[in-house]
C-alpha cells in the first residue's frame, strides 16, 4: 500500500505547502493548523496517487520503469486501489477543511480534480499535458500559503508560480530520459514534433527563464509582507544560475542524453534550497 501512495511524489507536496506555510507564519504561531495542513496534504496527495496508478494501470504494464508498480505486478487488486485513493483522498480534504480553512480544502480539491480529470487522460494525447499536470503540481505551496492567510495573495501566487515554471525543465528532463518508455505506454508527454529532442529542450529552456522572473517577483510585484531580504536575494541569484546554465547545455549539446541527467539532478538540489532560503529569510 505504501508504493501505491507515490511516497516520493507525495512527500514533494508535502513538503513544498509546508514551506508554503511557513513562508507566511512562523511554526509556533498555531501548531495545530500546520499539523493538520501536513496530515491533510499527505493523505490527499497519496489518495492521488493511487488513483493515478488505477487510472494507468495497463499503461504502467507496457513500461520497465513503472511495471513493477503494485498494480501492474498484481500486488494489490483495482478495487483496492481505486477505494484506497478515494477514501485517503476525501480524509485529506476532510482534515484540512476542519483543521486549516475552506480555502485550502478546495485548492486541494482542484488540485485533484486538475490531475486527474485533465492531465491523466491527456498524457495520451498532448504533450502541452505536462503543463496541465504542472498547476496541479504547484497548487501545495499556494495551499500551505492559505491555511496560514486564510485566502490566495499575490504572494502565495509567487509561489505557485515559482513551482510551475521549476516542475517544466524538471519533467522535460525526465521526458527525455525515460522516451522509450513513454513511447511504449502511449504517452506523447515527450513528443514536440522533435525526434533530437532540440524542441523540447527549448522548451525546458523558456520555462527556466520564467522560474527565474518568478523567484524574483517578490521584490518585482507589490506584496502583503515585508520583502525578502539579502539572503533569499543572493540564493537566489546563485541558484537561477545553477539551473539556467544547465538548461542552456540541454539545449546546446549534442549529447542531449548526458544534459538531459545533469539538468534533472540540478532541478533536484536547486527547488529545496530556493524554499528553504525563502523560509530562512522570513526568519532572520
Known amino acids: 500500500m505504501y508504493e501505491l501512495t507515490k511516497p516520493r511524489l507525495s512527500l514533494l507536496s508535502v513538503f513544498t505547502a509546508s514551506l508554503g506555510y511557513l513562508v507566511r507564519e512562523p511554526l509556533q504561531s498555531d501548531l495545530s493548523i500546520f499539523v493538520s495542513l501536513t496530515i491533510g496534504t499527505a493523505l490527499a496527495a497519496g489518495g492521488a496517487a493511487a488513483l493515478n496508478q488505477w487510472m494507468e494501470r495497463y499503461e504502467d504494464a507496457q513500461m520497465a520503469r513503472t511495471a513493477s508498480r503494485p498494480l501492474p505486478s498484481g500486488l494489490i487488486s483495482p478495487e483496492f486501489a481505486v477505494a484506497f485513493g478515494i477514501i485517503l483522498s476525501s480524509l485529506g480534504i476532510y482534515i484540512l477543511w476542519t483543521g486549516t480553512n475552506q480555502w485550502a480544502a478546495i ?43 486564510g485566502a490566495p495573495t499575490t504572494y502565495g501566487w509567487i509561489l505557485f508560480g515559482i513551482l510551475f515554471a521549476w516542475q517544466l525543465p524538471h519533467f522535460m528532463a ?26 523540447l529542450a527549448r522548451k525546458s529552456l523558456i520555462y527556466s527563464f520564467l522560474l527565474t522572473l518568478f523567484v524574483f517577483c517578490p521584490y518585482i510585484l507589490p ?21 539556467l546554465i544547465p538548461a542552456v547545455r540541454f539545449l546546446t549539446s549534442p549529447d542531449r542524453d548526458l ?21 530562512v529569510d522570513r526568519y532572520l
Open 107 to 149: 485548492l486541494t480539491l482542484a488540485t485533484l480534480a486538475i490531475y486527474l480529470l485533465l492531465y491523466t487522460p491527456m498524457k495520451k494525447r498532448s504533450p502541452y499535458a505536462t503543463e496541465v499536470g504542472a498547476v496541479s503540481g504547484a497548487l501545495p505551496p499556494l495551499i500551505g500559503w492559505v491555511a496560514a492567510e
Open 223 to 243: 506584496i502583503e509582507q515585508s520583502r525578502p531580504g539579502i539572503f533569499y536575494f543572493a540564493s537566489s541569484v546563485v541558484l537561477s544560475l545553477y539551473l
Open 259 to 279: 544534459t538531459a541527467k545533469k539538468l534533472f539532478f540540478v532541478t533536484i538540489i536547486y527547488l529545496p534550497l530556493l524554499f528553504a532560503a525563502l523560509v
Open 174 to 199: 525526465i521526458a527525455w530520459n525515460f522516451r522509450e518508455d513513454y513511447s511504449k505506454g502511449g504517452f506523447k508527454l515527450h513528443q514536440l514534433g522533435d525526434p533530437e529532442g532540440r524542441s
